[in-house]
């Protein structure tokens, strides 16, 4: 009976309205695991050797490690640190890509062929390489991880806004607002700032999972955060030991979680795009 | 002897307008005409209404949002929409508007030649190059290499060739010198002289009427009116709806007169 | 083609090949500061665990030994000299010339890259393919929801799951290393090398998939319906024959240019494949020299790959100006 209302519930919203919802869910998901995360209480990874080894089981969702740590709530405080570091690190690289997409397309033509040629730059190594060098150059931990990938995740959206403020500035309504002697900061606040920021908004989003997966990947290498920290990179890697005795669960939960954070963020960032798209209103 | 005939037909979209809401907006809405062998039936109205729509409802290639109601018979059967895939191409032939619609990494020759339907693809395609005077080395360009009457010359070939007895034009003459506009027209004429039926869909009404038969006037989806081409002269009075005659007086040579009296 | 094609080709291979050599001065430079300023002590990470014997007369030695007690300025134009004459140092953790060291993963690595470029080519364009000819049905979302979660899927637990199921569980594959362990350099068989090379190739190929995939499916949909498309059903071609005749040469082209253009991709997804299967390759080279803190070698690995993804770029953009009529051939009609 309930799951027939929810049906007819789900028919009579459109494919928008739907999109929306599957949105706020998905946020909602997301807000949660990463409190659950900070908010659960270190006893809940305390070793424990009388089970340690444990495969899945009611008890423990995921298994327990070598030490008898429950790995569901290793998994889940692992995915709030590295989302958390993810943001930390996105957030940062969406600063840098706002100043630079905004400098490059208001500066001039010098501002703008310094700021293409650091795009350039960038883009011209491997994104693991000179995450890899960065980390290295500030020693690893926290503060290599977190720069790493603000400075290496900004190309991409600088681009964008700086293509997007150009070509705003460039329409008739904000050429006509200049010839009416409108300062720049009122042309910047009414005109360009309302067409650029959903677009900036999304850019961030869309980082935010590309950032995760990288965060996880330089610390599964080793040269992120520091092993004594509850990471997801740090649990896949140490898992590596144990997989030839069969231990799969200690890869596979917190792995299959994370997959399912980064797509879920991914997803939100998609819907929204798909949303203040003006293309997209036939779909 | 009538050949295709379109009774009542409607064509809408489904969209999204404003944020979250859905709407389906009708772009063609019971349309009912007539084409018959030896003659040209052109469908007049302005740019961005509908016209080409109303082209690819009767060959069937509308694309997915969108939802048909009405008939369109061929030779009194009915047309579904495998009777429709059957057809196209064979009995049925579009020239479209521009060279945006050839292959543009297809040699011209090679696309005239997919068209041929009943004789020898190479034969019949050289014979038709020669009819139309392209050149041997036409042949091999690229649709971007191609002049304006030039891309003309080889869109009307594929009709040719196909030996279909319906031709839908679409637009033939837009951003083309009077001598290619008169090139194109004459073109068509003789597929209409040929025996074929021709739908000339254009905006422009004066180069229309140069060898339409009858006219169908177009407005919002519909057409108001269809007349014999002889009854656009002097001051339109042989003309039944009042947007026919503003659409005729409107014209340069009848002094712009928009206002309708 | 013509004399002016030649000409043009001439002056846009000019200009690459000063934009790569400026990029490559930059990112030396820039590299060459970054490195020097970690904290990580390169007498310690080139001593290791002998450091405690190392006497201050000793570790100065060492430093102006390497030059390392000059200005940073100084050093990057001795490194940089020595780099112009193919010189670029001694890896300390592999006590080899970089080059050397670069030079054998190389080759490692360009099997295991070029298998899974290949594979993922090939499956992800016909995956496109498949997807956009039936838009909206249920083997469209299929293959569409399975490419966006391996764009989500993290390379390396990929590869930790195709570790668990066919190395442990069916125990097809040797765990790790790109040859058998214990075994003499020329004892090993072609058989051996490939046996160590499927996992971690496997693992790149399925994540390189959904590039490809979801950008051929894009393309194709744009393809399929544009003017020309519409015009071709037109003529009554339908199916197979209208991908055939009018899709895939509008397809292939941008496809083979995107897996070009993606070598940065490739070489990453490389760097965390080989880690885990622990396959001699330069990813691991790459994470070795970053952990060890091997400065010479690290230099030499990110000039090397910037080069790698450069050449793809350059491959991406030449195919384009070689194979596209519309860049090869001229408006013709003109001259005529």
Partial sequence: MQLSNLRVFKQKLNKRQRTLLVSILFSLILCSVVLTG???????????????????????????????????SRTIMGLSLSIGVGLIGAIGSACISIILGVVAATMGKVADSIVTW?????????????????????????????????????????????????????????????????????????????????????????????AILHEAAVTFLGLGLSPHEPAIGIILSESMRYLSVGMWWLAFFPGICLLIIVRMFDKVGDHLRMLIDPHNAHR | MSILKVDNLSVSFKQYTSGLRQTTQKVISNLSIELVSGEILAIVGASGSGKSLLAHAILGILPVNATTSGDISFDGEVLTPKRQEQLRGKEIALVPQSVN????????GAQVRTSVRKENPKEAQKKVFKRYHLNQEVEKMYPFQLSGGMARRVLVSTAMV????????DEPTP???????????????????????????SHDIESALKIADKVAVFYEGTVLEIAEADKFEGNGDRLQHPYSKALWRALPQNDFRTNID | MSWQFTWNLATYLFWKSIK?????????????????????????????????????????????????????????????????????GTSMIYRLPVSEVIGERFYNSLALMITAWLLSGIIGFSMGVIAAMKRDTWMDRVIKGFCYTLASTPTFWMGLLL???????????????????????????????????ILPALTLSIIGVANVALHTRQKLIEVLSSDYIVFARARGEKGFTLFWRHGLRNIVLPAITLQFAAFSELFGGAVLAEQVFSYPGLGQATVEAGLRGDVPLLLGLVLFSTIFVFVGNLIADLIYRVVDPRTREGQSYAAK
């Fill in chain 1, 38 to 72: 900070f908010l659960l209480n270190e006893d809940r990874i305390a070793t424990n050797l009388e089970v340690r080894n444990a495969s899945p089981s009611l008890d423990h969702l995921f298994g327990t490690d070598w030490l008898g740590r429950d790995m569901f």
């Fill in chain 1, 118 to 210: 650091l795009i350039d730059l960038f883009l011209s190594v491997p994104h693991l390489v000179s995450l890899i060098l960065i980390a290295f150059t500030f020693g690893g931990g926290f503060k290599g991880i977190v720069l790493g990938i603000a400075l290496t995740h900004w190309p991409s959206l600088a681009r964008v806004i700086r293509s997007e403020v150009m070509q705003v500035r460039s329409l008739e309504f904000v050429q006509v607002s200049k010839k009416m002697g409108k300062s720049r900061w009122w042309i910047a606040k009414e005109h360009i700032m309302p067409h650029i920021i959903p677009q900036i908004l999304v850019g961030i989003l869309l980082m935010f999972p590309h």
């Fill in chain 2, 101 to 108: 619609y050839l292959d543009p990494l297809m040699r011209v």
């Fill in chain 2, 162 to 169: 196909s030996g279909a007895r319906v031709i839908i034009a």
């Fill in chain 2, 175 to 201: 951003g083309l010198d009077s001598v290619v506009i008169e090139e194109a027209l004459n073109n068509l004429r003789e597929f209409a002289d040929q025996g074929c039926a021709v739908m000339l869909i």
């Fill in chain 3, 20 to 88: 790569i050599a400026s990029l490559l001065v930059s990112i030396s430079f820039i590299s060459f500061l970054l490195v020097k300023n970690s904290p990580i002590d390169p007498i310690q990470a080139y001593v290791g665990a002998d450091m405690l014997h190392v006497s201050a007369e000793q570790r100065e030695k060492i430093e102006e030994y390497w030059g390392l007690n000059e200005p940073v300025i100084q050093q990057f134009f001795s490194w940089g000299s020595a780099v112009l004459s193919g010189d670029l």
């Fill in chain 3, 163 to 197: 570790l668990i199921v066919f190395a442990v569980w069916l125990n097809w594959f040797p765990i790790g290393m790109g040859v058998p362990s214990g075994v003499l350099a020329e004892d090993v068989t072609m058989m051996d090398r490939i046996k160590h090379l």
